[in-house]
């Protein structure tokens, strides 16, 4: 199988002005690798911060210009290169019109075809590279649980078998809340049925995080879960999902690109493994999911005890309280015993969301009055 080392040439990386795709051309630079960093907007305020970080990097070549929506902005990139990780993704954003120029303006379509249309894009430079081997995706525990936590009996165990859209009412499977878990389990199949068809030139392997965090490497990562933890340790109440308390089921960051790494390493042929070439990432030391207002917290207030930390509201205006129920149960057991994937402890990396967030200026917290 065509597993790929440091020494077979380049590896590209998509996304890198993200959270996850700037830590996975670190990951890579530190285990020897040469990295083509693919970046939408190198004038964007996002692009700017990533390229000052990226540019501290050995062996970082900075390819601009590539975005999901342009047929061919991949290729230049791809050239030579050994295998591509393919992190970026339209996350939702693209309503603005500016931070996605190039989508329909419509969220759940861009968001839909940021996965189908942008990854055909993807495959098509992989296809005229001539070079690359291996492609690893980075989908997410959405394509494998979805929305179907709340109808799974208590205790269910996830794994690579599960398929978000296994039993779900095709019509609502279709609707707009439900195009990111669609784009991820469509843009799945569209990968392997690709490499399927590539007639054994290359091979690709999928990657099914749950929420990502873990330390910030530059501003502009802060986003999604970082930005809420971060909110709470600075004395804020969440703004994202919602301002309701819930429960965060984590992967540390480095963990996961690590397993990434590991998965383009790794000599076997994924897709003899049970449930395919894909891997779960989710449950962080053997805890798979804590509650945010209370053992988040609890871990922010025992690193850091003189903050005063954000409350996530229990009740709703009625006075009603909220029901928090949490039915992730999982140990990224396959990844640990195939790959060889390490876990952190959750309380390394939800301290290191909150050191990162006063480094870099993010949060000014507020402290008790008892400190
Ligand atoms: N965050 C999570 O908890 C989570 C959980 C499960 C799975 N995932 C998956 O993990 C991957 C990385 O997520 P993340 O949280 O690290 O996201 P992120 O920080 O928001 O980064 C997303 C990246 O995708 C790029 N991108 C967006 N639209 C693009 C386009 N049209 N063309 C090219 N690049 C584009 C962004 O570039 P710009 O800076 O130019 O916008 C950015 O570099 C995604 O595939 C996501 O679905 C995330």
Redesign the pocket.
Known sequence: MPAISPLDGPVAV??????????MVRELVIHGYEVRA????AS?W??KD?VDYLSRLPRVEIVDG?????AG?YDDAFKGCAGVF??????G??ADGK?????TGDVSQ?VYD??MV?TQNVIDAINASGSVARIV??????AVSGAKGATMPKGYEWTETDWASDGVDPERWQGPRNS?AR??VDTEHLINRAADSSGGRWDAIT???????GPILFK??V????EQIGRLAGGLDPTWPSRYDMYYNI?D?RD?VKAHRLAAESPMDHRATDGGPRYV?HGTGGRSAIRFGTELAGIIHEYFPSYALGKPATVTSHGEPITVVSNMVNDCKKAKEVLGATIRPVEDTIRAVVETSVELGIIDPKLTQSA
Do not use: E
């Open positions: 998509t996304g890198c002005s993200g959270f996850t795709g700037g830590h693919c970046i939408r907007d964007s996002r692009g990533c590539c975005d999901l929506f342009t902005s393919h992190v970026a993704a339209v996350l954003n693209s931070s996605q120029p190039l989508g861009d940021g996965g942008g995706y980075t989908s997410s525990m959405a990111y784009s991820k990657m099914n995080p749950a929420m990502i965090c502009a990562q986003g999604q879960w970082i992967i960051v996961l990432m």
